[in-house]
């Protein structure tokens, strides 16, 4: 009966209608940790493709190295972290791993090696801290409440997603576009939230599980778990369809032959969507099912692809494209952690939800080298057209596996 509350919950009790205390801390984290992520994100492509003249192909690689190179480190560190049962240690560890590569990029210069080397290890930091930060979240809100309390976190997030680029947008007019102070000032936001984890996020304290309830062999058996195995299936189908945000803003970049000191702008635009839309898309997914709204988001990102396709130009289409991309991110990224977590055992909730991160994780590595190499052999009108029909077959199929008889709880 619990988790037939997952999809579709009736009665919900009051105190599902509130945000957790621990939510609000992890948002407030969130928020100060995406003011320096984002910073770096909205300069980074423009960088790497306009000052060192990397390739379409180059960018995809680090692009994808970005994201998905250190995806396997995830459930590694999701396992410990459920094992030793310090998920707020794991976080603090990955936060902290980048805000020293923030540093990295600094002392990377010109150097793609160091550049690659700098960029991976802020990814590991990511693999390590976001699944026992999604765990925490899950494991304070009753499970018919963790679409509104993932909307909430993620519209916080999403407001040092806000104004992260126009952070950079200062000190880059302020340093004479020196991206050198970018990834100082970068640093200095990722040491606040460290702090901020340490000082405001209390650690979960359930009941020790027993030896065989968190163990290697259970934890791979999690792919194998009922209804847990088609949403982490169509949740890697997904990821598929997924090019990465520097590829869509160097799209419309160049499409609107916009000037370099406007390009971070772009990262905004989005944020501000997504920051508008988070919290009330992640009630409306606890109202009428987390699946529909899921699905819905990737509709919506197929439709940025269209859009970027097909023959436009002007601001209300500009704006169109980052609304939608916003919408996209708002309906899937909370929402998918808020569909997957009920569905695991509270002792091996960080490891199944690093798995499904996983699974995403490295198919955007699969799709952004792709891209970066189809724009490079068909241009970027032919690379983004695959990408559309390639977006319509995993929409379709993970629509086939999210809804199957299978995935009910």
Excluded at 41 to 59: K, N
Excluded at 105 to 116: D, N, R, Y
Excluded at 363 to 382: D, E, P
Aim: glycine share 12%.
């Amino acid at each position: 009966m619990y988790l037939a509350t997952v999809d579709r919950p009736t009665g919900v009790v009051d105190r599902t209608r509130r945000v957790a205390p621990t939510v609000l801390a992890l948002g407030a984290v969130s928020l100060v940790t995406d003011v320096s992520s984002e910073m770096v994100t909205a300069v980074l492509p423009l960088y790497l493709v306009a000052v060192l003249h990397l390739s379409p192909a180059g960018y995809g690689l680090i692009d994808g190295l970005y994201t998905g190179a250190t995806a396997l480190l995830r459930p590694v560190g999701g396992y410990l972290a459920d094992r030793a049962r310090r998920r707020k240690l794991l976080a603090t560890l990955g936060y902290g791993l980048s805000a020293v590569a923030r540093l990295g990029l600094l002392a990377a210069g010109p150097s793609l090696a160091g550049l690659g080397a700098a960029t991976v290890a802020d990814r590991a930091g990511k693999g390590l801290r976001t699944a026992p930060r999604d765990a925490l979240i899950t494991l304070a809100t009753p499970a018919p409440g963790l679409g509104r309390a993932f909307g909430v976190h993620r519209a916080m997030d999403s407001a040092g997603a806000f104004a992260g680029p126009l952070v950079a947008l200062g000190v880059l007019a302020a340093s004479g576009q020196a991206f050198d102070a970018v990834f100082v000032v970068s640093a200095c936001f990722a040491a606040v939230g460290v702090v901020l984890l340490v000082l405001l996020v209390r650690e979960h304290r359930g009941p020790r599980p027993s030896p065989a309830a968190v163990h290697p062999r259970t934890a791979a058996a999690l792919v194998r778990r009922g209804p847990l195995r088609p949403v982490l299936l169509g949740a890697t189908l997904l990821g598929l369809s997924t090019i990465g945000d520097g590829f869509v803003y160097l799209l419309l970049q160049r499409r609107e032959s916009l000037a370099v000191g406007w390009f971070p702008l772009l990262a905004v635009g989005t944020s501000l969507a997504y920051l508008l839309l988070a919290a009330p898309l992640g009630v409306l997914a606890d109202r009428i099912g987390r699946r529909p709204v899921l699905l819905a988001g990737y509709a919506a990102l197929l439709a940025v692809y269209l859009l970027l396709a097909a023959p436009w130009a002007g601001l209300p289409g500009l704006v169109l494209v980052l609304g939608l991309y916003g919408a996209f991110y708002a309906a899937t990224d909370g929402v998918l952690m808020a569909l997957a977590g009920p569905l695991l055992p509270a002792e091996l909730r960080t490891t199944g939800i690093a798995l499904v991160q996983t699974g995403q994780a490295l198919a955007y590595l699969a799709s952004s080298v792709a891209f970066g190499l189809a724009w490079q052999c068909w241009g970027a009108t032919g690379a983004v057209r695959v990408t559309a029909a390639a977006a319509v077959v995993t929409l379709t199929a993970s629509a086939a596996l999210l809804f199957s008889r299978r995935a009910r709880p």
